[in-house]
């Protein structure tokens, strides 16, 4: 069974940091149907719930909050 949904301009992958208005998506894991995220309200912040959703339901999240692909990371305290 083919599946047809609208894709997001970069396509999604595990370990991906997305950047919406008041928070960040993190991809945690990227299954066949499902995708677990993490919405931290700032970088860094720990104790974040882990969420599963089926993963056209994230992709039109991310279109809709016109969520960019964070590709630096803050530089990691000594």
Do not use: C, F
């Not at 991809?27 to 089926?54: D, N, S």
């Amino acid at each position: 069974m083919k599946v047809n949904r609208k894709r997001v301009a970069q396509p999604l992958a595990k370990g991906q940091l997305w950047k919406t208005d008041n928070s960040y998506v993190q991809i945690v894991e990227l299954g066949k149907r499902l995708i677990h995220y993490k919405m931290p309200k700032a970088l860094g912040q720990r104790a974040v719930k882990t969420h599963t959703v089926g993963i056209g339901t994230l992709e039109s999240y991310l279109e809709t909050k016109e969520a960019r692909l964070v590709t630096e990371t803050a530089p990691a305290k000594a």
